[in-house]
C-alpha cells in the first residue's frame, strides 16, 4: 500500500507527476505538500488530514493511535512550474519512439539485437541528436556502416524526429485513479509518446 501512487499536483493544481503513498505522506507531514480530498477539493494539512475519520473497511494507514486515510492526491505547497516539456534525449527513449523496430527494415529483433544508428555518420560530422538516430537491427546497421543513407542503398521507413512530451510518461498506465480523473484529462491515459 505504502508504494501504490499518488497523484502530485503543482500549487496551481495542475498535473507534474506521481510518487508513492510512503513519500506523500512523508512530505504532507514536512508541510511540503497538502493531501487533497478530491471529493470536496479541501486541501488538508497533516493534523486535518489524519483526524478524517477513516470507515471500515477502507485501506488506511495504521499506527498505534491513528488510522491515516491513504491520500491518492496531493498538491505542493510552494512549486508552481510546470515540468520541461522536452522529452529527455536518451538510448532508451529512442527504443520507446521507434517501439523497438529497425527503421530500415521493421525487424522486430530481441533488444539486444538492435543498435542505434546514426542516419548521417558522425565519421562526416553527424551529431547524436533526435533528427539523426534511429534503431536499426544489427544487419542493417552492418550494411549501412559509416555510409549515408545513399552510398548504402537504403532508406528510413520514417522520418526521425523529437517526440512531443506528453504527461503520461510519468504517469502509471496500469494505476489509474478514479480520484485522478478530474485533474488529468482522458487524452492523458491514451496517448504513447509520440514522434
Not at 502530485?8 to 480530498?37: F, H, Q, S
Request: proline letters at 8%; a positive charge.
Amino acid at each position: 500500500m505504502l508504494n501504490e501512487p499518488a497523484l502530485v499536483l503543482n500549487r496551481v493544481w495542475y498535473p507534474i507527476g506521481t510518487t508513492t503513498v510512503r513519500d506523500a505522506i512523508c512530505m504532507i507531514y514536512r508541510e511540503a505538500a497538502k493531501a487533497l480530498d478530491p471529493v470536496e477539493f479541501v486541501a488538508h494539512d497533516f493534523d486535518s488530514w489524519a483526524g478524517i475519520r477513516v470507515p471500515d473497511g477502507e485501506p488506511c494507514l495504521r499506527t498505534v493511535r491513528l488510522r491515516i486515510k491513504i491520500p491518492e492526491v496531493i498538491v505542493l505547497t510552494h512549486y508552481d512550474r510546470i515540468p520541461d516539456p522536452r522529452v529527455p534525449f536518451s538510448r532508451r527513449n529512442i527504443y520507446k519512439r521507434d517501439r523497438n523496430t529497425c527503421q530500415y527494415c521493421g525487424a522486430r529483433p530481441p533488444l539486444c539485437d538492435l543498435t542505434i544508428d546514426h542516419i548521417v555518420p558522425r565519421s562526416e560530422g553527424g551529431h547524436s541528436t533526435w533528427e539523426n538516430c534511429v534503431l536499426a537491427c544489427l544487419r542493417c546497421n552492418r550494411r549501412k556502416a559509416s555510409h549515408t543513407l545513399a552510398e548504402s542503398g537504403l532508406t528510413l521507413l520514417r522520418r526521425p524526429t523529437t517526440p512531443r512530451w506528453t504527461p503520461v510518461i510519468s504517469i502509471p498506465l496500469g494505476k489509474r485513479k478514479e480520484s485522478w480523473e478530474q485533474f488529468i484529462s482522458e487524452r492523458y491515459w491514451t496517448v504513447e509518446l509520440q514522434d
